[in-house]
């Protein structure tokens, strides 16, 4: 069965390391692939995403994330993380077509950021 | 402001008893889905529908039912057949996958 493995479930950084959350991702056929995240308290929200193209991809508050389609990946970066990074991240993975498909989450990844 | 709204945030019930959730979108969007959250195990699809008057299972449907009599709204209701109906519920609407999910703040039900 299709599924998708976020292997960092709790990660804790202090201001202005560099982050990296892994995703992995079963699936033979086409995928296009997306990060959420959730602050606390608000609705998931769309963070990046890839259809096409360049394999790195640049998302919202400096995130940026690269599709390694030989090993099976979608890891999520930032060069350095802020207090308000704070939040819970999920990958997704879009099975089926562009218009009809639905997405598959990973299990999450926490980040704490301590000031 | 379009978007999705949920209700209620927190639900109640009692053991044996069938719940039902809201979901409404004034987005215009054509599809809408049902997702379970609980910790450590991310996001599980539960229903989906792409069209009004269709829908289709996900990966945890048994135990759920839900309707889409209206493009707006696509409530789930929570059976007795549920074994572990206590979860954070959302809802999710869609315009075209290139655009990616657009979700409700949630319904946390817990079943006493």
């Known amino acids: 069965a299709q599924s998708v493995s976020q292997h960092n479930h709790h990660v804790i950084l202090s201001e202005a390391a560099s982050l990296e959350l892994g995703c992995n991702y079963s699936?033979?056929?086409?995928?296009?692939l997306f990060w959420y995240v959730q602050y606390p308290g608000q609705h998931l929200q769309l963070l990046l995403k890839?259809?096409?193209?360049?394999?790195l991809v640049k998302g919202i508050k400096g995130f940026e994330a690269e599709f390694i389609k030989s090993k099976f990946s979608f890891n999520l970066r930032k060069p350095s993380v802020q207090w308000s990074d704070t939040a819970e991240y999920f990958c997704a993975v879009l099975l089926g077509s562009s218009n009809t498909g639905k997405l598959i989450f990973g299990q999450g990844t926490t980040l704490q950021v301590k000031p | 402001d379009g978007g999705i709204t949920q209700s209620p945030k927190y639900l109640f019930r009692k053991e044996g008893q069938n719940v039902t959730l809201s979901c409404e979108q004034n987005l215009n969007h054509d599809a809408m889905y049902w997702y379970r959250q609980d910790p450590g195990q991310g996001l599980r699809l539960i229903y989906y529908?792409?069209?009004?008057?269709?829908?289709q299972k996900g990966d945890i449907a048994e135990g759920y039912s839900v309707s889409r009599e209206k493009k707006e709204s696509f409530p789930l209701t929570v059976t007795s057949a549920q074994k572990n109906p206590t979860a954070f519920y959302l809802c999710a609407s869609s315009k075209g996958m290139v655009y990616g999910y657009t979700f409700g703040s949630g319904t946390r039900l817990t079943v006493v």
């Open positions: 890839y259809f096409s193209g360049d394999p």
């Open positions: 529908s792409q069209i009004v008057n269709d829908f």
């Open positions: 699936y033979g056929g086409t995928v296009n």
